[in-house]
């Protein structure tokens, strides 16, 4: 890749997570379709299938999931210095605006039209949630080992109170234990090696 080309790159995604990072309100699953709209239908990044692994994977991992997607998109397209440049894109709004708030705004939570504004965000954001949520367990729950899944992590959390690290440690164990007596690992490997063969 050409120094100019690399160099627009890292624009492209310096400016595209900045972009993502001023939206940042609720964090986590709430940016599931500004991250969908804006790295898979515009600019074709990613698709939606990785994008749901790469919140899978970011859920699972310390950190904001956000960010880490923005690691990963970033390393996807140029590596090490892209992951870093993608990752200081979001983040570096907050930084601005935190800043802001703690040179000119003393008790900024005190404030009375601050209130008011926060209520009105945390409403938009719960409807944000709730649609974000929809989606991605619509994309996420495939058959009835999925729904099984699902309910059983739910009744976990909520009724029994276990915490969600034991849920995804769970989850992901049973994951792999499924496909290994389904023999996905074997189907998948033969497919490889097609496909190997096939390019010489």
């Not at 059983?152 to 109170?161: D, E, K, Q």
């Amino acid at each position: 890749m050409l120094m100019k080309e690399r160099l627009k790159l890292l624009w492209d995604l310096f400016s595209v997570f900045f972009k993502i990072g001023i939206c940042t309100f609720g964090g986590g699953i709430a940016m599931l379709p500004i991250l969908q709209r804006e790295l898979a239908d515009k600019r074709g990044w990613t698709d939606e299938n990785e994008l749901l692994d790469y919140f899978a994977i970011g859920q699972s991992t310390p950190g904001i999931i956000a960010v880490n997607v923005a690691t990963f998109i970033g390393f996807k397209k140029a590596g090490v210095v892209g992951g870093c440049v993608a990752t200081f894109g979001m983040v570096f709004p907050s930084i601005i605006i935190i800043t802001l708030i703690a040179m000119f705004l003393s008790n900024f939570a005190d404030i009375v039209w601050v209130k008011k504004a926060m209520s009105g965000i945390n409403v938009a954001v719960a409807a944000i949630l709730t649609s974000a949520v929809y989606k991605f367990a619509k994309k996420s729950v495939k058959g009835i080992f999925g729904l099984i899944l699902l309910l059983a992590s739910f009744v976990l959390i909520f009724l029994f109170n276990v915490n969600t690290i034991w849920i995804i440690l769970g989850s992901a164990l049973l994951g792999v234990v499924i496909a290994a007596c389904r023999g996905d690992f074997k189907k998948s490997a033969v497919k490889n090696q097609n496909e190997t063969s096939e390019a010489k």
